[in-house]
Structures are given as C-alpha cells and as structure tokens.
C-alpha cells in the first residue's frame, strides 16, 4: 500500500513538474506577445494540471487576445472556484470578457466578486462603473468611478474620469428638468381634460334642461289643443240641445187641413 501511495506521489510530481515546465513555456511566449504559439503549452499545462492556476490566468488572456471570447470564459470559470488568492483576478478577467462580449450584468456580477474579495481593487471598481454606465445605472456608477478615484488619486484617467462625472451629473440635472417638465405638462393636460369634462358635463346638462323644456312644451301645446278641441265640442253640443228645445212649440195644424 505505501509502495502503491509513493507511485502516485510520483506520479502527480512528474505531471506537476510536466504541467511546470508546458506552463513555463507557454508563459515565456505569451509575454513576448505571442498568443497563438503559447495556446498550446497553457492548455497543456491546464489539462495536466487542473488546479494550476496561473496557467488558466494565462490561458484565458491568451483566448482573450485572440479574440475566443467564448474559450476565455469557459476556462475562467473553470478555475474560478480554486483561484484561492488569485481570485479576485479570476473573477476581474472574467468580467472584463463579459464586457467585451456585451452582457454587462454578468460582468457587473464579476466584477463585484473581485471587489468582494479584494476591497482594494481599483481597476475592478473602474470597470464595474462602465458596466453600470451602459446598464444605465449611473447613480451606482458614479459612486463607484469616485471609489475608484479614491483608490488611485494620481491615476493619469483623473481628469477623464472627473470630467465623466461631472457628465453624469449634468445628465441627472437635465434628466430631472425634464421630469419637472413633463410632470407639469401632464398636470396641465389633466386639469385641460377635467376642464373639458365639465364642459361637456354642462353642455349635456344644458342639453338636457333644453329637451325637458322642448318636451314640456309640446306636451302643453298637445294639451291646449285638447283642451280647445274639446270646448269647442262641447259648445255644439249645447246649441244642438238649444235647437231641439225649439222644436217641442211648432204647433200642429195638421187638423186644418184636414179633407172634409
């Protein structure tokens, strides 16, 4: 058994030692800017060394310079959970691919992680506030570009950072005249909509009382006209009972001219 233990240490020191010497190597080319011909010693020394951490550092800037944006992450990640002191770097590398790729959240999400694990990271802080800039979420970004500034005071971006917050700011002035603007045009156009509600309230109101009025009207009219036709009915039949009266004292003179 022990015989059998010493053959595995053996074993992963001669990997180690393998995983070393690919890593060395790749690192030696990546430095002299040359991405392509250290790929293949650092993703040596990745896969003879999963926990080797500086070879995924490496290897992830290597996909990254050439432009494998989707390899990068996949090796980051891949290592993120063992970078140990080195992760904080991991999770920045991270986001900063993010970034490149244009999901901005996830990279917001990194770079936190960074900062989480490293309170100090100026750069991270940076990054982290034009990630939040391009979310649109310039209160939180401006916040961290003064973090920044705080960390790094004789950084040569001062002045063009200053000047990006000072263009934050103006754009939250501008955007809150224009909310001031724009809540009383509504007010405005609120009190027009109530005014023309009651006018057309009173309109219909004034329309109303008119047709009652009209209705009223030619119900009265409708009314007389009864009321004259029966009169004059009634003032008929009164001369026809007057004419019948008469005619009881015609006298009879039927008997004198009577045939003898």
């Known amino acids: 058994m022990r015989g059998f233990l010493w053959f595995l240490y053996i074993l992963f020191s001669i990997q180690a030692v393998s995983a070393q010497t690919s890593f060395s190597r790749g690192e030696e080319l990546f430095m002299q800017n040359k991405p392509q011909e ?9 896969a003879e060394d999963p926990a080797h951490v500086q070879a995924f550092l490496y290897l992830g800037m290597a996909y990254l310079q050439l432009n494998r944006l989707d390899d ?4 980051y990640k891949k290592i993120l959970p063992r970078g140990g002191k080195e992760t904080a770097a991991i999770a920045f590398n991270l986001g900063n691919v993010y970034f490149l790729k244009g999901a901005y ?3 917001i999400q990194n770079y936190t992680q960074a900062i989480g694990e490293n309170p100090s990271y100026a750069s991270a802080f940076l990054n982290r506030a034009n990630a939040l800039v391009r979310t649109g979420k310039l209160n939180e970004a401006v916040a961290d570009y003064e973090q920044y500034l705080a960390l790094e005071p004789g950084t040569p971006k001062r002045e063009q950072v200053v000047k990006l917050i000072a263009f934050i700011r103006e ?5 809150e005249r224009r909310r001031v603007v724009a ?3 509504a007010k405005a156009a609120e009190l027009e909509r109530i005014k023309a509600e009651e006018a ?3 309109a219909a109101e004034l329309e109303r009382i008119r047709a009652a009025e009209a209705a009223k009207a030619e119900a009265d009219r409708r009314r007389q006209l009864l009321q004259e036709v029966t009169d004059s009915l009634q003032a008929a039949a009164e001369d026809s009972k007057g004419l019948s009266a008469g005619s009881e004292d015609v006298q009879d003179y039927s ?3 009577e045939l003898q």
């Open 38 to 46: 250290a790929l293949k010693y650092l993703e040596a020394a990745a």
């Open 171 to 175: 754009e939250f002035a501008a955007a």
């Open 72 to 75: 990068a992450i996949a090796a």
């Open 183 to 185: 809540e009383e045009a």
């Open 200 to 202: 057309a309230k009173a």
């Open 255 to 257: 008997n004198e001219f």
């Open 105 to 107: 959240d996830p990279a």
